[in-house]
């Protein structure tokens, strides 16, 4: 069985709101494997901020539970707490102080040795700018000497909520490779995000969430689909014949523009074949690869979180429709 570093069972919180109750986080199972990235996706407003102060004890969950590395959370969390390293709101440091300052002062506040400052500004490619004031740096150097700051006590398990929010592409480039790094090194790094195209790239797993629950999980590739082909845009010269002839086949077919793009369909072979078959030739015929950003938009979709559940790992999870909570004013 895999070892897990975060495990939470039917984990739920709802927030006062006028009319009644909002979802923050509704029956979550989250899993995360020891070692490597696990994304921890969801759109805006799906429960991963309450996830994760909840599991860091800033929150309280209503029920369910909680479990990082086996210790149960809150009760046990002073016992593995020292093993975690979180950012969840940007870090305060001093402007007019460097980099290598702040961090001695931390360090100093949770008795680290000095020495330890230089391999964290390493660690986070800060070591040529350490000696900078900290007003000078770009975003994504603070924030990676706020990745630095988390280091020092060298933790186990990195848990960082939208880390690359408001950074330019290098600076989210940065951000993606020091955590690439540190997960190398055998720590587990948790990131929330909801911008995929970033988290695919580095996370060797993810969660997907939606409206407080979990969608999927899995390593992303399970996730994506073993083929990886989700669709197949096929040009031929008459597209309404040629859709009646596929869906008769059991596939899933729809206008595209002059194209058709069919579904359900593992070898696109098969569609040249079928066309064939009845005189259609087919002029294009396009394999498109399914990437966690159409994984994710279908999973988050409203129509998707009303469909019946298919499994656990690396499949796609239950879900149930939410209502949705007035908004307090
Ligand atoms: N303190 C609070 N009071 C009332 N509602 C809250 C509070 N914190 C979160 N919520 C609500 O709980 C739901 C989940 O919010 P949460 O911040 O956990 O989502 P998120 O996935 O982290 O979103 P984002 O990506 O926007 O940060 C939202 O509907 C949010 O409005």
Redesign the pocket.
């Known amino acids: 069985m895999t070892e897990l570093a975060i495990d939470t069972t039917a984990l739920r919180r709802t927030?006062?709101?006028r009319g009644g109750r909002?979802?923050?986080?509704e029956g979550l199972d989250l899993r995360v494997p020891v070692g490597g990235v696990h994304g921890f996706l969801?759109?805006?407003?799906?429960?991963?901020?309450?996830?994760?102060?909840m599991l860091l004890g800033l929150v309280r969950a209503e029920s369910g539970s909680m479990r990082i590395f086996g210790h149960e959370v809150p009760d046990e969390l002073p016992d593995v707490i020292g093993r975690v390293g979180a950012i969840v709101e940007s870090p305060k440091f001093f402007p007019t102080f460097t980099g290598w300052r702040n961090l001695e002062l931390l360090a100093a506040g949770i008795g680290t040795p000095k020495a330890r400052v230089g391999e964290v500004l390493d660690a986070t490619g800060l070591g040529d700018r350490g000696k900078d004031r900290y007003k000078g740096y770009s975003l994504g150097m603070k924030q990676r000497l706020a990745i630095a700051a988390t280091l020092l006590k060298s933790p186990d398990l990195l848990i960082f909520?939208?880390p690359t929010n408001g950074l330019d592409p290098a600076g989210i480039h940065e951000i993606r490779q020091t955590m690439r790094r540190l997960a190398d090194e055998g720590r587990t790094v948790l990131v929330?995000s909801?911008i995929l195209a970033e988290v695919e790239q580095i996370a060797d797993t993810v969660s997907i969430?939606g409206a407080?629950r979990l969608l999927a999980e899995g390593p992303v590739t399970d996730v994506i689909g073993d083929s990886g082909i989700t669709a197949v845009r096929v040009g031929v010269p008459d597209p309404e014949s040629a859709a009646a002839v596929l869906s008769g086949d059991g596939l899933r077919v729809r206008p595209d523009g002059p194209y058709l793009r069919v579904r359900g369909v593992d070898d696109p072979a098969r569609i040249t074949e079928l066309l064939a078959h009845r005189g259609i030739y087919v002029h294009e015929l396009v394999p498109e690869r399914a990437d966690l950003e159409s994984v994710f938009l279908e999973l988050t979709s409203a129509t998707s979180l009303a469909q019946p559940p298919r499994g656990r790992r690396g499949r796609h999870a239950p879900a149930e429709p939410v209502e949705p909570?007035a908004e307090?004013s």
């Not at 909002?22 to 986080?25: A, D, L, P």
């Not at 969801?42 to 102060?53: E, W």
């Open positions: 927030y006062r709101a909002r979802v923050g986080v969801g759109p805006n407003g799906s429960g991963k901020t309450t996830t994760i102060r909520d939208e929330s909801h969430i407080g909570a307090v």
